[in-house]
């Protein structure tokens, strides 16, 4: 039987209550801290719903959630954890004050990892006395769905830490990488947004509508990504056909260093996607809902067929 860890979950919102829940559905304990008392109290029934939307029987919500401990100070929450998952909000001068005082409360051997999206951890854990017990861990939204958590180190980190957190994710069903050199965006998201901005500007230049970006994606090579990642379907077509593509539309594609005016201009007009109920596309409630099961529905099956 593996062993069984104290994981504490610094954040009780989005990201941190999904990766609170997975640590608990293969048995460890798990610690949540926030320092909003809303979030604490929610915690239980945003851990059901979640569970609910993967199929969870009644039984195993309960184990989970009996398994789930909320703190509203931080000493307690992270005091006896293995391993400190810091979900915090994106701002680099709040995740580095986290992790200064859990450093001040934790044991000498707790692995300090912060779930960040862009931020170079190298930032996040400069102020840090024992910074090579410290690494990057980035969790893809909705954590307990995706499988990939990205393993950031640094210039710092020991080897036995990344080893360590490797190991723990593998043993909680998840698909770690690690990522050798602290950059910004990891690999994930260098990806993901390389195909944001030409998908932005396809649009900002009246080349196609936003649906018709989406749709030409989810019909076609988002249809194989799965099981046929990029460089493989490179080496599929052929690294010479590659070549010769990127000879005739490499210089076409947008290649600005800053955000897309049409983007900014989204935002500073107050379209801000679903949350506003405008963005590239128009929403509806019903519209958002849609999606939120289709997505959930999508990655059940997507599981169930890929295992």
Known sequence: MARSFTIAVLGA??????????????GHKVNVFDAFQAGLDALPERVSKSLDAMGVENAENAE????????????????????VFEAAPEKPELKRALFQEVEQYASANTVFASNT?????????????????????HWWNPPHLIPLVEVIKTQWT??????QTVELLTSVGKTPVRVEKDVAGFIGNRLQHAMWREAIYLVESGVCTAEAVDKVVNASF???????????????????????????VLADLDNRPAP?????????????????????????PEDMEDVRTRVATHLR???????
């Open 13 to 26: 919102g989005l990201m941190g209550h999904g990766i609170a829940l997975t640590f608990a559905r293969a």
């Open 64 to 83: 989970v959630l009996d398994r789930i401990s909320a703190h509203k100070e931080i000493n307690a929450c992270v005091c006896d954890a293995d391993f």
């Open 117 to 137: 999206s862009v931020i170079p951890i190298t930032t996040i854990m400069a102020d840090l006395e024992h910074q090579d017990r410290s690494l990057g861990t």
């Open 158 to 163: 020991d080897e036995t830490t990344i080893e």
């Open 222 to 248: 988002g249809r194989r990504l799965s099981v046929l990642g990029p460089l493989a379907n490179a080496d599929l077509v052929g690294t010479d056909l590659t070549l010769d593509i990127h000879e005739n």
């Open 260 to 284: 897309s005016p049409y983007l900014r201009d989204l935002v500073e007009t107050g379209k801000l996607g679903m949350k506003s109920g405008e963005g590239f596309m128009s929403w509806t």
């Open 301 to 307: 099956k997507l599981e169930t067929i890929l295992t």
